[in-house]
């Protein structure tokens, strides 16, 4: 499957008052990885939003371990990929290291969803098309750093 990686330097906004980074950034930069991987695998979620009821791809399930904190001013990597397909569902996988030691592993459920036609305030799964599947499984990594 595609791995996508980038860099990320821990800023003094990510961390607490010890210096240790705030573990809910965690959260914000996998969220921000699984759009990236799509993105860079060629999937064009903002025509997809544009021009049909795609809504993007909700997280339904999210559990992290946290295994060693990261400081202020580490650069740390992350590294994501989808480690597999359900019929509507996908799962990604996400390690964070610094100096190759594991720092955090994510995991996380999302769903491709678009917006229920009778109902606005509800979204409906509908099956991950082909050539999206086939997109996010190439064999590369691709570093998105930007």
């Known amino acids: 499957m595609l791995v996508i990686t980038q860099r990320i330097r821990v800023d003094w906004g990510h ?3 010890a210096g240790i980074i ?3 950034n965690y959260f914000v930069w996998m969220d921000a990885s699984c759009h990236n991987l799509f993105k860079a ?3 064009p979620f903002v025509k997809l939003i544009a021009t049909s009821s795609f ?3 909700p997280l339904i399930k999210n559990e992290t371990e946290f295994l060693k904190p990261a400081f202020y001013d580490d650069v740390i990597t992350l590294s994501s990929k989808v480690i597999d397909f ?3 569902s996908f799962r990604l996988h996400h390690r964070f290291t610094h100096n190759d030691e594991e720092l955090a592993i994510g995991r996380e459920i999302r769903v491709w969803a678009y917006s229920d036609q009778e109902n606005s305030r509800k979204i409906r ?3 991950i098309p082909d050539e999206i599947r086939h997109a996010v ?3 590369c990594t691709i570093d998105v750093t930007v």
């Open 15 to 17: 961390c607490d008052p």
């Open 22 to 24: 705030f573990n809910p």
């Open 41 to 43: 695998a060629g999937v």
């Open 55 to 57: 809504i993007g791809c």
């Open 86 to 88: 359900g019929n509507t």
């Open 125 to 127: 799964a509908k099956p």
């Open 137 to 139: 499984s190439a064999k």
